[in-house]
Each structure stands twice: as structure tokens, then as C-alpha cells.
T-cell receptor, first 112, second 114 residues
Framework: KNQVEQSPQSLIILEGKNCTLQ??????????LRWYKQDTGRGPVSLTIMTFSENTKSNGRYTATLDADTKQSSLHITASQLSDSASYIC???????????FGDGTTLTVKP | SAVISQKPSRDICQRGTSLTIQCQVD?????MFWYRQQPGQSLTLIATANQGSEATYESGFVIDKFPISRPNLTFSTLTVSNMSPEDSSIYLC???????????FGSGTRLTVV
């Protein structure tokens, strides 16, 4: 069964600090992995998308890494801001039907 | 990326009634997706809506409960029928135009059934 597990479930950090969110998956064969940011009451917004051959991709203060061998990805947020408070969702596409599997998300709270 | 207008943004409905959610895309897309996001959980795919054919439903979702229309390449509706409090969720539509970008989501409809 294709699964995507994210950790931690929730995280509280102080403004200006860095943090790293984790995503482990069992989806096979692998097509791509995406990180989304979902603000409360809004739809998810794409941050990064990575294919098998990509190890690192950045989008401003967000840097995603992918290790396709260990089936792990991380999202690193640098110099956090209050506006980074949101749910971060890892989505992995692939499998025999080519569908997308969503993780349960990590809820990040940035405090002043 | 595509821009999606989804409405209503929220609604409070009586049990036993139905609500139709609309999604309008600013460009033509082949596939549109409808998701449900229950409180504190991630997104679950309800169905894939293709223009000119019946929607394809995921396990656990049926057309009688969640009828979908897709009259053209820029518009789709999802109806939540005969609602019960268990249907209280956020409902989202999404499209995928370019595999290099991923999904674009609507802003969601927050449904509360009382």
C-alpha cells in the first residue's frame, strides 16, 4: 500500500529560527514529490516539486531535499516568519495507477 | 499556473439538504479533481472529473452522494447530497496543467452541517 508519513505532526518555533520537516514514503514506482503550504482556511499552494533525479530544490527560504534511495524528503525553512505558520503537506505521485498520495501534514506555528 | 475560483467559500447547512460547490478555472484543463479534507486531516480524493464523460470516483465515494458535473473544460460542480454532520469538511477542487508545477487548488469550501 502506498503511504506517505510526515513528521513531526506539529511544531512550534520562534520567529527567525530554522526548522526541518520530514516526509517518508513507500510509493513505488516513484514519479515525483511535492511540498505544499496550506494556510488556515485556504487551499494548498505548491512550494516545490521534485523528480527522481533531483536532490535539492529551493524556493526562497524553502529548500526541499529528496533521497530516492531511502524514500525520504525534507523541507527546510530558513529564518522563519510569522507568515510561515501553516500546514505543510507532502504529496508523492507514482504507483501502478500513477495516483497521488497525500501525507497528513505538519502544522507549523511560528511565534514572535 | 491556473487560477481557480471556488465558491461558496463557506456555508452552514441543515442536515438532509444538498449543497453545490462550483469551480471556475481561468484556462482550459482536461482533468479536474475534487477533494475532501476533514478536520485535522489531509486531503482525500473524491473523484476525477473529465469533460464529456462521467466522473471517476474513488473507493468510498459514490455518485448518488457526490454528483459531479463537468460541462466544459473550465468549469465543474460538486454536489454534496442529503447532508449529515459527518459531511462537515473542507471541499477543494484542483487541476493539473503542467507536471512540472503540480496541482493548483481552489481556496476551498468550508461546509458545516448542523
Amino acid at each position: 500500500k502506498n503511504q506517505v508519513e510526515q513528521s513531526p505532526q506539529s511544531l512550534i518555533i520562534l520567529e527567525g529560527k530554522n526548522c526541518t520537516l520530514q516526509c517518508n514514503y513507500t510509493v513505488s514506482p516513484f514519479s515525483n514529490l511535492r511540498w505544499y503550504k496550506q494556510d488556515t482556511g485556504r487551499g494548498p499552494v505548491s512550494l516545490t516539486i521534485m523528480t527522481f533525479s533531483e536532490n535539492t530544490k529551493s524556493n526562497g527560504r524553502y529548500t526541499a531535499t529528496l533521497d530516492a534511495d531511502t524514500k525520504q524528503s525534507s523541507l527546510h525553512i530558513t529564518a522563519s516568519q510569522l507568515s510561515d505558520s501553516a500546514s505543510y503537506i507532502c504529496v508523492v505521485s507514482g504507483g501502478n495507477a500513477g495516483k497521488s498520495t497525500f501525507g497528513d501534514g505538519t502544522t507549523l506555528t511560528v511565534k514572535p | 499556473s491556473a487560477v481557480i475560483s471556488q465558491k461558496p467559500s463557506r456555508d452552514i447547512c441543515q442536515r438532509g439538504t444538498s449543497l453545490t460547490i462550483q469551480c471556475q478555472v481561468d484556462s482550459q484543463v482536461t482533468m479536474m479533481f475534487w477533494y475532501r479534507q476533514q478536520p485535522g486531516q489531509s486531503l482525500t480524493l473524491i473523484a476525477t472529473a473529465n469533460q464529456g464523460s462521467e466522473a471517476t470516483y474513488e473507493s468510498g465515494f459514490v455518485i448518488d452522494k457526490f454528483p459531479i458535473s463537468r460541462p466544459n473544460l473550465t468549469f465543474s460542480t460538486l454536489t454534496v447530497s442529503n447532508m449529515s454532520p459527518e459531511d462537515s469538511s473542507i471541499y477543494l477542487c484542483s487541476v493539473i496543467q503542467d507536471s512540472s508545477y503540480g496541482y493548483t487548488f481552489g481556496s476551498g469550501t468550508r461546509l458545516t452541517v448542523v
